[in-house]
């Protein structure tokens, strides 16, 4: 099993959330998940971040990633399971929507999910890291 580095775990109606807050979670997890030439495109982007920030979505074992870099709070990433279960995939979309995310962003992420349903993939699990 692979373990995935988070500041905290959120379990908001079956749906797990891990979050990982601080520059150096981020940057392990970044080392985890990417390697060679995608990896040296996605540390160069966080190095020089357009002014209004960036984010981009990926998926990693049973996880759709979110990844996001903004002016004031920084490099963070959020790694969302929905179990398997269409219908919690679907309640999140709605409640997306709800929030004014891009109809673009939330197809992603049901693309994403689907992949992750449908193609064998290895799992993670989250480890926690305290204090900073």
């Known amino acids: 099993?692979?373990?995935?580095?988070?500041?905290?775990?959120?379990?908001?109606?079956?749906?797990?959330?891990?979050?990982?807050?601080?520059?150096?979670?981020?940057?392990?997890?970044?080392?985890?998940?990417?390697s060679g030439k995608m990896l040296r495109n996605i540390l160069t982007l966080i190095s020089n971040p357009p002014k209004e920030g960036l984010y981009f979505f990926d998926k990693f074992c049973q996880y759709v990633v979110f990844v996001q870099q903004q002016p004031v709070l920084g490099l963070t990433m959020k790694f969302t399971d929905y179990q398997n279960n269409d219908d919690l995939a679907l309640d999140e979309y709605l409640i997306l929507r709800e929030k004014d995310w891009r109809q673009q962003d939330r197809e992603k992420i049901m693309e994403l999910y689907h992949e992750i349903k449908t193609q064998k993939h290895d799992t993670a699990q989250f480890v926690v890291e305290l204090g900073q």
């Open 1 to 34: 099993m692979i373990d995935i580095f988070v500041n905290e775990i959120n379990d908001d109606n079956g749906i797990t959330h891990g979050f990982a807050v601080w520059d150096k979670t981020v940057l392990k997890n970044i080392h985890i998940i990417y």
